[in-house]
């Protein structure tokens, strides 16, 4: 049975940073695309953080870029979202996510299909 288990949210004053893990059990998140996805209040669930599983790409939405940094620990069977420079607008809950299916693709190419409970992350003004 897969299971993707998030923790480290927290609440957090604005310009804070964060560091949220995901680990994984049922499979290898070396071998698939993985990645963090976030649910602000009011809108939909929206991608911010993947690796590609073919060349190990790393891909940000432009709201996070230079802010956030996606890793993995394969030995740890772990993902990591260390969040810098935090604001209010970055308030939400965040899913570890994985694709359905293991392989080599692009993060462009595949939705993600698994995902962890979530974790929520409140920045103050």
């Known amino acids: 049975q897969v299971q993707l288990v998030e923790s480290g949210g927290a609440l957090v004053q604005s310009g804070g940073s964060l560091r949220l893990s995901c680990v994984a059990s049922?499979?290898?998140?070396?071998?698939?695309?993985i990645g963090w996805s976030r649910q602000v209040p009011g809108k939909e669930r929206e991608r911010i953080a993947c690796?590609?599983?073919?060349?190990?790409?790393?891909k940000y939405t432009a709201s996070v870029k230079g802010r956030f940094r996606l890793s993995l620990d394969s030995d740890k069977n772990t993902m990591y979202l260390q969040m810098n420079s935090l604001t209010p607008e970055d308030t939400g809950v965040y899913y570890c996510?994985?694709?359905?299916?293991?392989?080599?693709?692009?993060?462009?190419?595949?939705?993600?299909?698994?995902w962890g409970q979530g974790t929520q992350v409140t920045v103050s003004s």
């Open positions: 690796i590609s599983s073919s060349d190990g790409m790393f």
């Open positions: 049922g499979i290898s998140l070396a071998r698939y695309v």
């Open positions: 996510a994985t694709a359905l299916f293991k392989g080599y693709y692009d993060c462009d190419g595949v939705k993600f299909g698994m």
